[in-house]
């Protein structure tokens, strides 16, 4: 591996703009996620506006990965494939998690939706794992540690008691799908690389009711499941270093100030 990249003015613009789309796909989806709506369905939405945009689905034909974006309900933690057989019922969760190549740019973000009338106790899980995301944001400046933003997620979500999800992580982005360096969403402070300007990646802690592990399916060889079926939550941003903190590149709603 060749290190962690920092990227040029250029390059930094166009991640900028494929990160913008991805985070208005989301947007667009929103819109179809009710009871009765299969996640196959949604998938083709979520096609169709990439590729109108002039863009294309990254994850489609990735390693093998047959669509257009990852749609994980409940007690699915990542990797969801969408199904026209899989029908949102009403008090589903559901992160739907969306990746843009535009112009040969990496843009990557998730987000967690709510089907009709949720539980409290999937509201809480929700709201938590917003907290561990935001949170998580808070560290990246440049200077500090990437250890520093699995501490204290970590931290926050054993607070609550829930458990961080270790086998997945977060993961450089922009030029590539997945770059330098593992962002760990559980991790000791004051460990890992030091952050400089121009490093692009993404914070996308996985927070679970229960148990940390996962199951994958061994008949899609994707769907990462919670060990005992218990809810899972996530939500993902790309961040650029900037000189005196970051800017999250997948904010379109201004939810971030930049620093």
């Known amino acids: 591996m ?11 613009e166009g991640i900028r703009k494929s990160c913008r789309l991805a985070a208005e796909t989301l947007d667009y989806a929103a819109q179809y996620v009710k009871p ?3 996640t196959g369905f949604i998938d083709k939405k979520i096609e169709e506006f990439i590729v109108s945009h002039g863009a294309i689905p990254a994850t489609k034909g990735y390693n093998g990965y047959p ?15 969408p199904s026209e057989n899989t029908i ?6 559901i992160n739907i998690d969306v990746t843009t190549i535009l112009n040969g740019f990496y843009g990557d973000t998730s987000r967690m939706f709510s089907v009709g009338e949720i539980s409290l106790q999937a509201e809480n899980l929700v709201d938590a794992t ?3 995301l935001n949170l998580g944001i808070e560290q990246v400046k440049p200077g500090n540690y990437f250890g520093n933003i699995g501490f204290v997620i970590n931290r926050y979500a054993m607070s609550k008691g829930y458990s961080v999800v270790y086998e997945f992580c977060g993961h450089g982005v922009g030029i590539d799908f997945h770059e330098e360096p593992q962002v760990d969403h559980a991790a000791r402070r004051n460990t890992g690389e030091l952050m400089k300007p121009g ?17 994958v399916d061994k008949h899609d060889g994707w769907t990462a499941r919670t060990v005992d079926n218990k809810l899972s ?3 993902e941003h790309t961040i650029l270093v900037t000189p005196t903190g970051c800017e999250v590149l997948t904010d379109i709603h201004n939810e971030y100030p930049v620093n």
Do not use: W, Y
């Open 88 to 93: 949102l019922k009403d008090g589903d969760i």
């Open 199 to 215: 490093m692009i990646f993404t914070i996308e802690p996985m927070i679970n009711e229960g148990k940390p592990r996962t199951n």
């Open 130 to 132: 917003l907290h561990c």
């Open 36 to 38: 009765g709506i299969s």
């Open 233 to 235: 939550a996530q939500f």
């Open 67 to 81: 669509k257009s974006s990852c749609i994980s309900p409940n007690n699915v933690v990542c990797h969801g494939i």
């Open 2 to 12: 060749g290190g962690i990249i920092i990227k040029t003015a250029e390059q930094i």
